[in-house]
């Protein structure tokens, strides 16, 4: 029979998501209570609290040092892990950040508003919108230059991608 390892306790809300360092070590979980947490896996001890959003923590995703969050106050964010703050928040949605995802430069994120929008991820700036489903957006995968996107309209669709990593605000970037 399998039994409770360990039990961490601190948030004051439901874990609604949760991820780990590419190393396995530090477990980082979104809440509820607004709040994200980073703990040592071995030692169970919290680490860090990640605090910023004002509503629940939707979805997460972390990709080297840096930790993308989505959240229910129409906003996803950008952390680094190894102190706790808040680089960037990624504005322009209508409803909640349902889904989250970096790919070689932009993020991706999936809302309630049925858009998927697309970020620079360094300096926040909306890069485009894309429209095509009725209904919130459940999921995102991406897969060489393909974007699939799950829908509660029950449709899965796929988008090309691909240039987006090329492009400025201002359009594409000329070739050196």
Request: some cysteine; hydrophobic content about 30%.
């Amino acid at each position: 029979p399998s039994k409770c390892l360990q039990t961490f306790k601190e948030h004051t809300g439901a874990i609604t998501c949760m991820s780990t360092d590419a190393m396995g070590k530090i477990l980082f979980t979104g809440s509820t209570d607004g709040s994200v947490r980073s703990w040592d896996i071995i030692r169970g001890e919290r680490l860090k609290l990640f605090e910023g959003h004002t509503a629940s923590i939707i979805c997460m995703t972390v990709v080297n040092k840096i930790m993308y969050t989505g959240s229910s106050d129409h906003t996803g964010r950008s952390w680094v892990t190894e102190f706790g703050d808040c680089t960037r928040v990624y504005k322009a949605h209508n409803h909640t950040v349902s889904c989250i995802k970096f790919y070689e430069g932009p993020i991706y994120t999936g809302c309630g508003d049925a858009y998927f929008r697309a970020y620079d991820s360094k300096s926040g700036t909306l890069r485009r919108a894309f429209t095509g489903h009725q209904f919130s957006l459940n999921s995102l995968q991406i897969v060489d230059g393909k974007l699939f996107t799950g829908s509660h309209d029950a449709t899965l669709r796929v988008w090309d991608v691909s240039g987006l990593k090329e492009e400025t605000p201002f359009g594409k970037k000329a070739d050196d």
